[in-house]
């Protein structure tokens, strides 16, 4: 088999499994499972394959036209090359656990079927917006993400959290899907076509006529998917859909399609000057502020959404210092331990009965009951905290250090790879005022990541006062892939050496000066988070707070949304708990109640744009209803007294109607006998 | 134009004129009380009176057998038939003042318009065409059935077919209905009855 | 003879049916008009048949059919008349008006279930009749 039918296989395997699910799931539920992992397992396979025998070389490109289609042809196109082929592996390798993870994790749930076929299909979409070489067909993969976001944020759909978080989610991302179209448009137009090589060509020869346009409408649609600062606000509350979802979608793939997607088209964005500071200074909002509200919330997925959102911010920041080989390294390394710490969480949530750290941190033993998930937990926090040897501080080192090289004004070589990679232009032309932005949030955040995720584990872990609620242990399935993703975590930094091959980067090794200041100051942020921690977990005792789903025989899934539902009447809020015990609360201060609710970016949305769009639908409404209804009435009065007439004269006596037909006809044969006489 | 147009004028009857006019007067005025009297049994009577006098007039218009036949069947059976009906749906006897329904005015306009729009079509095309009855006999008994059995033999059959069909269709129809079908309509009735 | 005498008589009969069609209340009344009307019909037919000298006689056998047919339709319709007295215990033509439109306001509405009450006594005169016959 060539790499070019392997790689065609990736992504059909899963969607043939997503039909196959879909149609069966009703009439063979005992297949669900099997066509549920073993197309991904598959799928996955293929990936290595392709990655292996790709292997950083010259990128394989495949295309074929299926039918003319206008000005501007639409391929069927594949472009392997180095960053294509690892961002699949990594999105097998997390499609593959989570659909594992999720046959324990939904177990008794009756709508798995579906939910099965829809994390196939989402992530047989994924791998084709990671192939493809044409961007139409990489926008078809991106919407297909998109709707299957919806689906399953919203499977708990009887909690009104689920329904009003995906339609949040659905219009959010839309709103920068727009643009997004637009730009891709724009994009076309200037380069000719919407083969990826071509564009890069185009660009690199600095044929583009609208460079910083182009690259603002682009942006937005990546903020949008990507969860960056304007239109981040979705990912937080899709948290309320089952955790599988959160850890494949909004950690480790969905989220990652628009760095990858700016990865892929960075010659693009680093034509224009202008557009890599607005990257860097959102990236620099994004990841400070996430990081600060992470460090605010309560409910342990969404300190992970936020701190997804944050390490985004993280590789949005090398892109915008104009190094996508760290960019896609950060991405492959918090793609496997954000996916962990999700799944992680599951068990977590599902042994604790509870999502609320401020519950968690009242139970003595959960660490005791949930030995696999307290490890590889504590690995996969040791990884977002950037403590060394862990995979996390090599890949925020890579993005660290190249932003230090932007910002120092002394960019890294670019290698001279004669494969038909596009080398990076861009980075000679980075502006030192990005560099600097990116370094000084990134150190800051750095800081922060470390206090949050420290928090997170000593509320989560070191609880005092009662005991955890006796649950049923959790399937083997849900731990099994704990450790599985366990091993990336602990071990892909030793991927440094190797990683350039593929990436086509250098500089991936760290850099002595970013790594002692990264790792002093993330050093700092936990032992500060757990002095603040000691200061405060006395008062746990004294204030009894949380309320705990016990079901001994429920599923995880079951467990959770339960979970979700109770939070907002238990603790007056769906993100923080009113609780003194929290050390977040004695860091931040008076930040902390902003923090918690996102710094009020959704109540500023619901005044600026909500209030006015419902005020507009009253309008219309009531132009509707009074207005134009009045006249459709109006129109409708004479033919309904017509009818009333007419209807009168159908007395159902057969003489009338006899009469009225004679008299008819008496009154014809008068007209045509006067007609004649008088021509 | 009939050659005999210019034997006979219109102010000079002829005997069959006079005694046509005089029969048809009869006969319309018969058809008149037929459908106005209030007596449904006497408009039965009259209808015999009013049948009888187109028979009289075919006899006029030389159609001897079509005459008997008039005689034979309308008033021999139909209108025999017809006081069989009036019997067995319990017509009263005597006069009701119902008989005529509320659309009496409307039908008497509508009657009076196409009598006369028809009576001045037909005596403005008709108005100088006289029938020869002096031929040789158009209506006998011999020249009818030659012609009904020689050229109308496949009609003719199609008829007793028709017949046939008539005469089953009216013994289904007035049928008594079986037990088991008339206790099925009866039992809702008796419900009904019950109910009330 | 004057073709119009018998065409008009004709055509006077047809009317004083029409009239007896539009006007009686009795569905038997009814039928006897269609008779007048067919009768007009026929005598038409002769006039015309007599007038023509038609070589293969087609007015007086149309004629014929014609009452032939018009007994066939007289005991069909008489049967029919009988089985709706049955069912409805009336034979008057006004009141079987079920194809009525009900409507809101309409007065054939209210007659409706009027109508109703006066319907089970009639009908066990119609069975007292069967029985007695």
Request: with cysteine.
């Given at each position: ?679 | ?87 067995l ?82 013994i289904a129809l007035s049928r008594r209905q079986p037990p088991?079908a008339a206790?099925?309509s009866r ?10 | ?78 049967a029919?008349?009988l089985m709706?007295?049955r069912g ?38 119609a069975h007292?009749t069967e029985a007695?016959a």
């Open positions: 088999m060539t790499t070019t039918t392997l790689a065609a296989l990736v992504p059909l395997l899963p969607f043939l499994g997503a039909g196959a699910g879909l149609l069966l799931g009703r009439t063979a539920p005992g297949y669900a499972r099997p066509l549920a992992v073993v197309p991904t397992l598959a799928a996955t396979v293929c990936a290595v394959l392709v990655a292996a025998r790709q292997g950083g070389g010259r990128p394989v490109d495949a295309a074929t036209e299926l039918t003319p289609t206008g000005s501007v042809p639409i391929d069927l196109a594949l472009h392997l090359d180095g960053f294509a082929v690892l961002v699949a592996v990594l999105v097998g390798l997390v499609a593959t656990c989570v659909q594992i993870y999720s046959t324990g994790y939904l177990r008794d749930d009756p709508r798995y079927p579906s939910y099965a076929a829809l994390v196939s299909l989402f992530t047989s979409a994924m791998l084709l917006v990671v192939y493809s070489g044409d961007l139409m067909v990489l926008l078809v993969g991106w919407e297909v993400m998109g709707i299957c976001s919806y689906f399953l944020v919203g499977h708990y759909w009887e909690t009104p959290e689920a329904r009003a978080a995906s339609l949040k989610a659905f219009l959010v991302t839309k709103l920068g899907d727009v643009p997004f179209l637009i730009g891709l448009f724009a994009l076309a137009a200037d380069a000719g076509s919407f083969r990826i090589t071509t564009v890069l060509g185009t660009a690199a020869g600095g044929g583009l006529g609208h460079p910083t346009l182009i690259a603002l409408l682009l942006l937005a649609g990546v903020a949008g998917k990507s969860a960056q600062f304007p239109l981040h606000t979705w990912l937080p509350d899709a948290m309320a859909g089952p955790t599988p979802v959160s850890a494949l979608i909004h950690a480790a793939t969905m989220v990652a399609a628009g760095v990858y997607f700016v990865a892929r088209l960075l010659p693009v964005f680093a034509a224009s000057a202008a557009a890599l500071v607005v990257l860097a200074v959102l990236a620099a909002v994004t990841m400070t502020g996430s990081a600060l509200a992470a460090l605010a919330q309560d409910d342990i997925k969404r300190v992970l959404a936020y701190s997804t959102v944050g390490q985004l911010g993280y590789m949005t920041g090398a892109l915008a210092v104009g190094d996508r080989a760290a960019a896609v390294f950060h991405l492959l390394a918090h793609g496997a331990f954000k996916a962990l710490l999700f799944l992680a969480a599951g068990v977590v949530i599902h042994a604790a009965g509870t999502n609320s750290l401020a519950a968690m941190a009242r139970m003595r033993n959960l660490r005791e009951r949930v030995p696999d998930a307290y490890w590889t937990m504590t690995v996969a926090l040791l990884a977002l905290a950037a403590i060394p040897p862990f995979s996390g501080f090599f890949s925020k080192e890579a993005v660290l250090g190249a932003a230090e090289r932007a910002a120092t004004g002394h960019p890294a070589p670019v290698p001279a790879d004669g494969s038909g990679l596009p080398s990076d232009p861009g980075i000679a032309g980075v502006p030192t005022s990005a560099g600097w932005i990116v370094l000084i949030a990134g150190l800051l955040t750095a800081l922060l990541t470390a206090a949050y995720a420290t928090r997170l584990w000593l509320l989560a872990f070191r609880g005092r006062v009662g005991d955890a609620p006796d649950h049923d242990g959790q399937p083997v399935a849900m731990n099994a892939v704990l450790w599985v993703l366990a091993i990336p975590s602990l071990a892909f930094g030793l991927a440094t050496g190797v990683l350039p091959d593929w990436l086509g980067g250098s500089g991936l090794t760290p850099v002595l000066t970013t790594s002692v200041l990264g790792t002093g100051v993330s050093l700092a942020g936990g032992l500060i988070a757990y002095g603040a921690w000691r200061h405060t977990t006395a008062l746990a005792a004294r204030v009894p707070l949380g309320a705990v789903a016990a079901e001994r025989d429920a599923d995880a899934g079951w467990v959770e949304a339960e979970a979700i539902a109770a939070h907002t009447p238990v603790y007056g809020g769906v993100a923080a708990a009113d609780d003194p015990a929290d050390p977040g609360r004695l860091l931040l201060g008076p930040l902390h109640r902003h923090a918690a609710v996102g710094f009020h970016l959704d109540a500023l949305y619901a005044a600026l744009f909500v209030a006015p769009v419902r005020a507009a639908a009253r309008l219309v409404r009531f132009l509707d209803r009074e207005v134009v209804e009045t006249y459709v009435h109006g129109a409708g009065a004479l033919p309904r007294l017509l009818g009333a007439a007419v209807r009168r004269a159908q007395t159902g006596n057969v003489q009338t109607y006899l009469s009225a037909l004679l008299a008819g006809s008496a009154v014809l044969a008068i007209v045509v006998l006067v007609a004649t006489a008088g021509a | 134009m009939s050659p005999a147009a210019q034997s006979h004028g219109f102010l000079s009857p002829s005997g069959a004129e006079v005694a046509f006019v005089l029969v048809g007067l009869v006969t319309f005025g018969a058809a008149i009380v037929t459908v106005t009297t209030r007596q449904i049994v006497h408009a039965a009577l009259w209808l015999v009176v009013a049948l009888g006098g187109i028979a009289v007039e075919y006899l006029l218009l030389t159609a001897e057998f079509i005459a008997w036949v008039q005689v034979l069947i309308y008033v021999g059976s139909v209108v025999v038939l017809l006081l069989f009906g009036l019997l749906t319990k017509a009263p006897i005597g006069r009701s003042p119902d008989a005529d329904s509320g659309n009496r005015w409307a039908a008497l306009l509508v009657a009076a318009a196409s009598a006369a729009v028809l009576v001045w079509v037909v005596v403005d095309a008709f108005r100088a065409t006289w029938i020869d009855l002096d031929g040789p006999a158009a209506g006998s008994a011999a020249v009818t059935g030659a012609s009904l059995f020689r050229h109308w033999v496949l009609p003719f059959e199609a008829l007793s077919v028709l017949l046939l069909a008539a005469l089953v269709g009216a088991a206790a099925g039992a809702p009735d008796a419900a009904q009855e019950g109910g009330r | 003879m004057h073709l119009v005498f018998p065409a008009v008589l004709s055509m006077l009969l047809f009317c004083a049916g029409v009239y007896g069609v539009l006007a009686r209340r009795n569905a038997i009344l009814v039928l006897m008009a269609v008779e007048l009307m067919l009768n007009a019909v026929n005598l038409n037919l002769v006039a015309f048949d007599v007038w023509l000298r038609d070589r293969l006689h087609s007015g007086q056998a149309l004629t014929l059919f014609t009452i032939a047919v018009a007994a066939a339709e007289i005991g069909i319709g008489l029919i008349v709706v007295y409805r215990g009336t034979s008057d033509v006004d009141r079987l008006r079920d194809t009525a439109e009900p409507g809101p306001g309409d007065q054939d509405a209210a007659d409706g279930p009027a109508d109703a009450p006066g319907t089970p006594a009639h009908r066990t005169e007292r007695s």
